[in-house]
């Protein structure tokens, strides 16, 4: 038999690969007849148009469990970083004393940072709450109780570092404010026993005998309790971060010296893990040049 294929000529190859493609006796078109064709369509059709719907459904039902107004996931740091203001470059604030020029974009940074804390802004937008208690607004149940309040940040809280006695933050004096904030994080309860948590700040170790004097604005640098929790952008469009200032009153002139601010007294223990390293602190170069 194989010897007979083999015969085979060119031309009887050629006739039955067109009869397989079309064969005009059994009205078959690669070897199917229209009907099987047909079904075969058919069955794909109703196949794809199944797996679309599926994924249409999934999807759907997926987007229904995501809430607008707070992340499903949120990658919570047991406590939360921190950062200073102004920042400079690489949190550095190096400057002299006598050169107005080199201090006058901390002293601008400030004065932008601080515009939304007016406090005629803050009366506008905000509500005077009851300090040392958490400000609590939950939803009931379906009921959105949105958009939320905040609180009052009066930059007058800040003292002698809010600008308004001082329009230049201390700088020129050797003194200079810095301003600490904790970064948002959606429903944190910071506080410990019902303390607010609060902000100490020294030199590092080696660095400790060039600070002498500093001071922390509001008085004990706390962050009062009543401003958390934080309930996200979408349903606290109006607020106003609580701060710290730390003014150094009496550092050593032309020295480098590493500061360290961290938080105390969360309600989460203190960072234990390489991954927690720098939450809850924030360590800037502080450098004050005088001829
Ligand atoms: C905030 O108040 C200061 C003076 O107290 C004023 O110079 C500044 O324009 C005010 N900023 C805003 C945004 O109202
Ligand atoms: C936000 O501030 C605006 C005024 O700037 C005020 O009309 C609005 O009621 C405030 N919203 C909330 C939720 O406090
Ligand atoms: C902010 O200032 C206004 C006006 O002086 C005052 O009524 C309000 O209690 C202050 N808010 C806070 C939180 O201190
Ligand atoms: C603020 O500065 C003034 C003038 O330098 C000073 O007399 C006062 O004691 C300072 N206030 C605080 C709370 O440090
Ligand atoms: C700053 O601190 C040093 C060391 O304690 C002290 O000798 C000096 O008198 C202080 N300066 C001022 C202006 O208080």
Not at 1 to 13: F, H, I, L, Y
């Amino acid at each position: 038999m194989a010897k007979d294929s083999e015969k085979k000529t060119c031309g009887q190859v050629m006739s039955e690969w067109k009869e397989f493609f079309w064969n005009p006796r059994t009205h078959e078109l690669l070897g199917r007849t229209a009907s099987s064709w047909g079904l075969i369509l058919l069955f794909y059709l109703i196949f794809y148009i199944f797996l679309a719907g599926m994924f249409v459904l999934t999807m759907y039902v997926m987007l229904l469990t995501l809430d607008d107004y707070k992340p499903t996931y949120q990658d919570r740091l047991a406590t939360p970083g921190m950062m200073i203001r102004p920042k400079g470059n690489a949190l550095e604030i190096s400057y002299n004393s006598e050169d107005t020029e080199s201090w006058d974009l901390y002293v601008q940074a400030l004065d932008n940072f601080l515009a939304p804390y007016n406090e005629s802004q803050q009366i506008m937008n905000n509500k005077d709450c009851t300090p040392d208690t958490y400000f609590i607004q939950e939803d009931a149940g379906e009921i959105r109780n949105n958009p939320k309040r905040s609180c009052q940040f009066n930059r007058t809280m800040l003292g002698n570092c809010s600008g308004i006695n001082d329009r230049y933050y201390g700088y020129p004096d050797g003194q200079p404010c810095v301003l600490i904030k904790l970064n948002r994080v959606i429903g944190m309860l910071p506080g410990k026993d019902d303390q607010s948590p609060y902000v100490t700040c020294g030199a590092k170790k080696e660095d400790s005998s060039l600070i002498h004097e500093l001071t922390l604005f509001p008085k004990g640098g706390m962050f009062n309790l009543m401003y958390f929790p934080y309930y996200g952008k979408k349903a606290q469009v109006n607020y106003s971060q609580p701060l710290v200032a730390v003014k150094f009153l009496n550092v050593t002139y032309n020295a480098d010296i590493n500061v360290e601010c961290k938080i105390n007294s969360l309600a989460v223990a203190s960072p234990t893990s390489e991954r927690d390293k720098f939450a809850g602190r924030v360590s800037f170069k502080l450098r004050i040049n005088k001829n």
